[in-house]
Nanobody
Framework: VQLQASGGGLVQAGGSLRLSCAAS????????MGWFRQAPGKEREFVAA????????YYADSVKGRFTISRDNVKNTVYLQMNSLKPEDTAVYYC???????????????????WGQGTLVTVSS
């Protein structure tokens, strides 16, 4: 499975961005999906996850209420809608896919089998 993330860019604090991650080469609906991010000088951290058919979602406390993860199993794409962005949201954002049970998700990077290349989000103050 190949994952291609896109949608990053430069935005002012308080603004919005929508990231997309398109999957190819496999059965997208068999994968739980997640978004992670890595800021300069910091470790990669969990952002959000969604189960195979979207019934379950899970968010890091730092983004809860501001970010929304969703998926379209017809378009083989997972999205991350980011609102009320803050400078501390600046990072490279990675999408990831995991072979999991139908309603399962995970916040642990080690649970994910496939990773996209990352897209840079910069939030200016």
């Amino acid at each position: 499975v190949q994952l291609q993330a896109s949608g990053g860019g430069l935005v002012q604090a308080g603004g919005s961005l929508r990231l997309s991650c398109a999957a190819s080469g496999g059965t997208f609906s068999s994968l739980a999906m997640g978004w992670f991010r890595q800021a300069p000088g910091k470790e990669r951290e969990f952002v959000a996850a969604i189960s195979r058919i979207g019934g379950n979602t899970y968010y890091a406390d730092s983004v809860k209420g501001r970010f929304t993860i969703s998926r379209d199993n017809v378009k083989n794409t997972v999205y991350l809608q980011m609102n009320s962005l803050k400078p501390e949201d600046t990072a490279v954002y990675y999408c990831a896919g995991a072979n999991m049970f139908l309603y399962e998700t995970s916040q642990h990077a080690t649970a994910y089998d496939y990773w996209g290349q990352g897209t840079l989000v910069t939030v200016s103050s």
